[in-house]
Structures are given as structure tokens and as C-alpha cells.
């Protein structure tokens, strides 16, 4: 498949990018600055411009699928969450329905269900990211939303705990990596379209995590 | 009919109690704070506390309908956007599906039909309320957006112009009481039902300019 991965730049982003190409598939690296494009390259990635406040739509052009993994990111403003994180996802979901792209796999995050019960600090970020969710859902795409606990850089594991619905509890926290290898296996599972998915650390192989009926 | 106006305190949502009351509804002024009961009061509402980064559906209880008029307003951050315009607002429209208040008006804001076609500096607000729009859109209440252009603090003129539709130029300036006139309006007008509105200053009485068929 060849899969848009837009924020290829970011944390997770470049993990997916790796991960795509070992995977066999056709990693697009959709980045903001062409300084970032050897970058993407050297992972297995054909990189595209696209701006998520710009011109954006036709860094997808061509997908099958497409990875949402782009945040403004802590160092910016509340202003930068609102524009990318909610709006860019908007602007994501709506290109591929625009194109045709079916399929569409967003990195959300851990209480982006219910954002009041979160710590103070977290809760403008989590509304951002339950309001992208929900225009997902509420798409025709056919979507898998993944929700990571706290993130960390530590090596992949291969296994993950999950969580489908909508208890509270944090767990324990994943690498990126590993979240980056349960994208990869989303897209190849039917099962996950239409779900939504807590992602923690844990012991069971992803494979299996993601695909409990198997 | 019992209408519960979400912001009660601000520019427009005094103006909406105030006639209201003229028109013989019973408004319920909902606000943050218990020092503007008295406020509240002297424009013949009744006030109840609602806090919409906390305790709130209470308030809506009893209502027939629900005015959404809360804002953060510009001296706050953009959290607060999200936390208010946004969150509270899909707070508000979720307490009235579940209590059954199938009459929702939003004051949402022009050029929120294309927020990255406004200037820099209002774009995250316009997707603040852009969202919230959409939330309402696609739920089952009895729904008007009204998207006025720029307010003044100007007397009422009782005329007004509208444009259905994603047009984008801003028109003349309104006055808050036109606006508010016009939520009165659009509570007596089953033909403003599922539509969104924007508002410019103008010269068609309202009646009449809300409801161009009749």
C-alpha cells in the first residue's frame, strides 16, 4: 500500500515511516520543510511538502491510506493545537474523502474520551484531539483511532496491552516504536476499521492485541 | 417558553435576556458567578450558576430551549477556547439531548464556514467555532447557527441582512441588540430550523429577513 504519513517528521511519524518500508509498503513522508526530506528518505520514505495551514491536499495524492500523526507539539501555542492538531486533522480527513483514500489510521491520545477528567494542564489538547476523533468517526473513511498512554523512546517491544472503550485508567506507558508497529498493524488488520483503541504498554504480541476475536 | 441562556453576562447574552423577557418568554440567565444574579435579575431572568469547565447541565433543567452566547472572549488564552467555545459549547448541546431540550440557537461568528480564508489572527477561534458548529449540525436538536459579522454596542435598528449559504464577504456591522433581537426571532420561527444564518447590518426587518419565503 502506499501510506501518507503526515507529521513524518514527528516522533511517531518517523517510526511509521521506518516501519512501513520494512513492512513492504510505500511510506509517503509528508513533511513542512524540505530540509526534512533526506531525513525521510533515509527511512524508505517518499518525501512530500505539505502544510497543514497551507497547501496541503496533494502531498496525499495517490495514497491508499493515510497516517495522521502531526501535533503543534508542546513548545508552541494553544492557538497552534487548535490550527493543526484539530484543524489539520479535519483538513486530513476531508482530503481523503475528497480523493477517494479509504482508509485513515489517527494517533489520538489516552483520555481524549472524556478530556474534563484529565489533569488540568492536558485538557485544551485533549478536546482537540476528541473533536478530531469525532469528525473521523463521523466520516465515511473507514477509521481506526489509536489512543497511547504516555509515551517514551525506549526500544520496540512487540507487545502492547489495549483497551476498547472507554474506562479511565492510564496503564502503563509505550514506546513509540511500539505504537508505530500497532499503525503498521492496523493497516493490515480489517478488524480494527471503526475502532477505537487505548494503547499501553503490556504482553501480549500487537498482532494479537489489536485482533482479540482472532 | 423557558429559555436558558448560556453566557448570560456577555455583550449579546444581556441583550438576549432582556428581550426575551419583552417577549414574554421566561429567560434563565445562566452564569459563572453569583454576583451577576442580581444582573440577571433586573433584565427579568431568572439566574442560575453553570460552569462550563465544570458543574452545568443543571442549570439547563426546565428549559424548553438553549441560547449558546458563552465565550471565552479575547483576554484569555486559546486553552480557554478550547475549554469554552468548544468543549463547553459540545457540553451544552450534549446536556440538552439528554435532557430532552430539543431547541438550540449557537451565536457562532462569521467566516467560521472557512477559518483559514480569515486573517491570522482570529483563525483558531473561527475553528473553535467552527466545531461547535458542526457538533450541533450533527446532532439531533432543533438547531439555528447565526454567524454574525462584526458587533457594535449600537442601539437596536430592527433590520438587519442575512446570507444563507458559504458566501464570504463580511457585510456592515451589527449591533448586539439586532443580534439578540434576532435569537428572539429564530425561537418564534420554525423556518430558521437546521439552517445557519450570518448577520450583517441592514435595512430588512428582521421577521422578515430570517424567514425570506414568507
Redesign the interface.
Known sequence: MDVAVIGANGGIGREVVRRLADAGHDPIGVVRDDTQFEAVRERGGEPRLGDL?GEFARALEGADAVVFTAGAGGDT???????VD??GA?RSIEACVEQGIDRFVMISSYRAGE??AAPDAI??YL??KR?AD??LR?SPLDATILRPTALTDDAETGQISTAFGPEDEDGDEIPRADVAQTVVACLDTEATIGETIRLFGGDTPIEQAINPDE
Not at 501555542?77 to 490550527?83: E, I
Open positions: 495551514e501555542g494553544w492557538d497552534k493545537t487548535l490550527l484539530l484543524w479535519r478530556p474534563l485538557r485544551p478536546v482537540a473533536c469525532d469528525a463521523s
